[in-house]
Nanobody
Framework: QLHLVESGGGLVQPGGSLRLSCAASGFGLRGYTIGWFRQVPGKEREGVACFSLYDGSTTIADSVKGRFTISRDIAKNTVFLQMNSLKPDDAAVYYC???????????????WGQGTQVTVSS
């Protein structure tokens, strides 16, 4: 069974950068679609970015376009979310999720990570 672990969250000042990692184990990521989501208490979960190693599709939310980039290191079985020019509105718990095969934008993931907190504050 695929297992996902996020890391890289933390406290950053507005305008700063963070790189989140989503490390997969149990299976290789080839054939999977990986998505990054974020959620703030009381609000709906938002899809942030997606990359499909199954069909090559990729999506990025308008709210982060030009600031966030999704990438992957197949050898390390890891997907990254580079977040630049962070704003207070970007503060949330960030989750990675995966679905075998699938396409972007990712819906109905099979597997979720535990989440990593991102706080943007001066």
């Amino acid at each position: 069974q695929l297992h996902l672990v996020e890391s890289g969250g933390g406290l950053v000042q507005p305008g700063g950068s963070l790189r989140l990692s989503c490390a997969a184990s149990g299976f290789g990521l080839r054939g999977y679609t990986i998505g990054w989501f974020r959620q703030v208490p009381g609000k709906e979960r938002e899809g942030v970015a997606c990359f499909s190693l199954y069909d090559g599709s990729t999506t990025i939310a308008d709210s982060v376009k030009g600031r966030f980039t999704i990438s992957r290191d197949i050898a390390k079985n890891t997907v990254f979310l580079q977040m630049n020019s962070l704003k207070p509105d970007d503060a949330a718990v960030y989750y990675c999720a995966a679905r075998h095969w699938g396409t972007c934008p990712l819906s109905r993931p099979d597997t979720w990570g535990q989440g990593t907190q991102v706080t943007v504050s001066s």
